[in-house]
């Protein structure tokens, strides 16, 4: 898979909602349920972070779940696009990019929302292909004040970003014509998942929905 084909599709899966629900899932008994949830409220792209024991397990389990589309998150390394792949995976986001992994993701056909926090590390992720791309982590790099300002050199690049985004913040980011979407855990608190409160996460999730 091309670079540019990567960023084709990963840019059509920022135009499905205006929120991707970056997910840390501990228990694989919440995995279709929180999915269901989510989708049902208008959320239908669905990042599985692989930072838990189960997550390729969450990413096979959620795939199940009508109307979704589930990608891997916190893809660090080949061998976890590999991973993220074989469980399903349908697209694979990244906090930053790597040589190594970029070209483990264009060999197996994974397409990759790679990360950049500068306007160098953005550049060299163009130069290569990608146009659409992760910004991360947002708040913490300067948040939509620097977005908007990469915007006037680097019109041509999309970005989702992610990191400190929440139902209050995300419409400053959303207004900006260089974002396609964001990221964010907000819509699936822990203490909601925990408790099982699916019908509290449809609601956030459907708040969200209605940001753009
Ligand atoms: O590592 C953090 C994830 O990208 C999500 O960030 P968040 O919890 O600030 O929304
Ligand atoms: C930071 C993020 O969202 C990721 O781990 O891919």
Not at 118 to 129: H, V
Not at 141 to 168: E, W
Request: proline letters at 7%; one cysteine or more.
């Amino acid at each position: 898979m091309t670079p540019q084909d990567a960023s084709s599709f990963t840019e059509s899966l920022c135009h499905r909602a205006p929120v991707i629900p970056v997910l840390v899932v501990d228990d694989l008994d919440t995995a279709q349920p929180l999915a269901a949830a989510l989708v049902s409220g208008g959320l239908t792209v669905l990042e599985v972070t692989l930072r838990t024991p189960v997550a390729l397990s969450v990413i096979r389990e959620m795939s199940q779940v009508t109307g979704g589309i589930v990608g891997a998150g916190t893809v660090l390394t080949p061998e976890d696009a590999e991973n993220a792949k074989a469980a399903g995976a349908e697209f694979a986001v990244s906090p930053g990019a790597t040589d190594r992994l970029l070209s483990a993701c264009e060999d197996i056909g994974l397409p990759i929302l790679p990360g950049a926090a500068t306007a160098t590390e953005a550049m060299m992720l163009l130069e290569r292909g990608y146009s659409t791309q992760k910004f991360f982590p947002a708040e913490a790099s300067g948040g939509a004040a620097m977005l908007k300002a990469l915007a006037s050199p680097l019109p041509q690049i999309l970005f989702c970003p992610t990191g400190g985004i929440g139902h209050d913040n995300a419409h400053d980011y959303l207004a900006l014509p260089n974002v396609a979407c964001v990221g964010g855990s907000w819509v699936a608190p822990k203490d909601l998942v925990q408790a099982g409160k699916w019908a509290g996460i449809t609601d956030l999730a459907a708040a969200a929905s209605q940001l753009r």
